[in-house]
């Protein structure tokens, strides 16, 4: 079966018109950072996203929504009657170094699905929408492989729900419509099975149609337990004996931050510094989380009969571990409800994607905001504009099912944008199947990048363990701009990007130089999983904020 031919609106002739103005004229601002088109079309509109340890990208969007652009292998058609059947795939692998497209098999819907990564590197996804709402997939990076489906993984069906790997290895899945529950997945032993009853997410539902606290967001504490925030506000979880050990106050504003609401979050940067100079003891560092964007409660009601309200620009910081925890609120330069947060090697956040008006949802959205936000975390007591800088801005308008991942090589690439309920390429905003890759202000520099050689004793490391990188630089290091970061690979869609974590690790203030020239710096890698769950990293080498590509080691629990 031959892949139709379909003639695709890429963007409204007058967001084309005002972007070129923007763009072309002699007094239009100089923004840092730069955009590239890597595929046209990879066939599917990238709802959901991530990166393999392989380094190729898995995206894929719902199998209901008709024909996609791309077919599946001859042989592969999935029988949908004894007369028809389904030979269009909505799901691919993308390698953004060659960029070549693979179909992928997916037999469930996984519309508003959810996702996180095992030990062994393998995604598992879970969740969707009518029969795909209890399925929990699974798809291993090898170079031929595809996904694998568990039609009854999971008790409780979950759609808008949210994943987050766990110190033992293990998944929760927290939420989704109508469900004020969590589980956990595999289900490995009894207390596995059980369904355990959450009340705080009815507590903070806004109404049963518009409820405001649907992919909630998940950050693991360094206590191990799991905040959890809905709506407007947070609580601390300890998921294994199930009760909430703390609750946090409401963040100002009367804004709401999740689905259709949808604002964005990130746990900052972890700081593991050595105590002493001799040992591996490290403090214990404490953990902050940042939420921005998002709209009014009533936003969703007023733009299904045409009013669209201006976004929020407010962002709010609380350190989750301190004694008497409050809101630290700041304002981002631009309104944004639907945008990404991405963590960059540098520890700084990328704000991107989104729309200046309106909500998530179908067709209910206004004024894309083009232009990503730069945020440094530890500008925090300088003034906002050093905090926050307007970056260059893409042409490709990317609102409601639009995605965000962090590449190893430290671009982030970008994909989708959907607010049709189907595959449409004649409205206001056209279902995207582009993929770009946005390069941050530290890859267009002219300063030397880092890059490392080596990991010893290996790409698989243990808790406490002491490592070394031996790296290459062009000219001299400077001890007082060098760091070493690890990012966990996270599983996005809707402005979420579960699991996303990354840690400053504990390295000595020395570093050597080896027989060959190169340079060799020595730390330690987490003491416990509560810092760092068990599974695959990004490991980075920053210099003077820049960051050399990432390389993928592997925390086990020998």
């Known amino acids: 079966m031959s892949v139709p031919q ?15 103005l923007v763009c072309c004229s002699s007094g239009a601002q100089s923004y840092q950072g730069k955009w590239k088109l890597l595929k046209r079309s990879i066939g ?53 170094a060659t960029r070549a497209v693979r179909p992928l098999t997916i037999l ?30 699974y798809f291993k990076p090898c170079m031929d492989c595809d996904w694998e489906e568990d039609q009854n993984g999971l008790l409780s069906p979950r759609w808008y729900a949210s994943n987050h790997v766990l110190p033992d290895g293990k998944i929760i899945v927290v939420g989704g419509r109508y469900q004020f529950t969590y589980e956990f997945i595999p289900k490995l032993s009894g207390s596995d099975r059980i369904l355990y009853k959450l009340p705080f997410l009815k507590e903070t539902r806004y109404s049963a149609l518009v409820p405001n606290n649907l992919y909630p967001f998940l950050h693991l504490s360094t206590d191990g337990n799991l ?45 593991l510094f050595s105590t002493t100079d001799s040992d591996n003891n490290t403090s214990t560092p404490d953990a902050e989380v940042l939420i921005c964007g998002g709209t009014a409660p009533d936003s969703n009601e007023k733009a299904n009969v045409g009013v669209f309200v201006p976004a929020s620009k407010s962002c709010g910081r609380l350190i989750i571990t301190a ?27 990328l704000i991107i ?52 991942h962090l590449l190893s090589d430290g671009r982030v690439l970008v994909g989708g944008s959907n607010p049709n309920i189907n595959y449409n390429f004649s409205a206001l905003y056209p279902t995207e199947l582009s993929l770009e890759a946005f390069y941050p202000p530290y890859l267009t520099k002219t300063k030397p ?6 990991v010893n004793p290996g790409l698989k490391i243990g808790y406490k363990q002491k490592i070394s990188l031996e790296f290459t630089l062009e000219g001299s290091v400077i001890l007082s701009d060098l760091f070493v970061t690890m990012v966990a690979p996270s599983f996005t869609t809707h402005s979420i990007a579960m699991n996303q974590r990354l840690l400053v690790l504990a390295f000595n203030n020395k570093v050597k130089k080896t027989s060959s020239g190169n340079y060799l710096v020595e ?36």
């Open 323 to 349: 004694a008497s925890p409050e809101w630290e609120m700041e304002e981002m330069p631009i309104n944004r409800v639907m945008g990404d947060m991405i963590m960059l090697p540098t520890g700084d956040v």
């Open 449 to 454: 990048r880092p890059s490392i050689v080596a």
């Open 227 to 271: 905040f959890v925030f809905a709506n407007d506000r947070g609580i601390l979880l300890d998921y294994i004996n199930n009760k909430v050990i703390r609750s946090y106050p409401v963040m100002p504003g009367g804004v709401s931050r999740n689905y259709p609401s949808t604002g964005s979050s990130v746990l900052l940067p972890l700081k």
């Open 523 to 558: 730390g330690y890698a987490p003491e416990t999983a509560a810092l760092a769950p068990p599974g695959y990293y990004q490991l980075f080498l920053v210099h003077e904020a820049i960051p050399s590509r990432g390389k993928w080691i592997q925390i086990k629990q020998f």
């Open 108 to 137: 469930s819907d996984t519309w508003c699905s959810s996702g996180a990564f095992s030990i062994d590197g393998t995604l598992v996804q879970s969740g969707g929408y009518r029969l795909g709402e209890k399925v929990v997939r």
């Open 6 to 20: 379909v003639k695709r609106k890429i963007m409204d002739p007058k967001i084309l018109i005002f972007m070129l």
């Open 44 to 96: 599917v509109s990238a709802m959901h996203m991530a990166l393999l340890p392989n380094e190729k990208i898995v995206t894929f969007d719902r199998s209901e929504f008709g024909p996609s652009n791309i077919t599946l292998p001859q042989g592969k058609c999935i029988k949908e009657d004894s007369k028809s059947s389904d030979c269009y795939a909505h799901s691919v692998e993308f390698d953004p």
């Open 353 to 404: 994607n989104g729309a200046a008006k309106g909500t998530a949802g179908w067709g209910v959205a206004r004024d894309p905001v083009l232009n990503p936000v730069f945020y440094r975390p530890d500008a925090r007591n300088s003034d906002e504009s050093t905090r926050f800088e307007v970056l260059a801005p893409s042409l490709i308008p990317r609102v409601y099912h639009s995605t965000a």
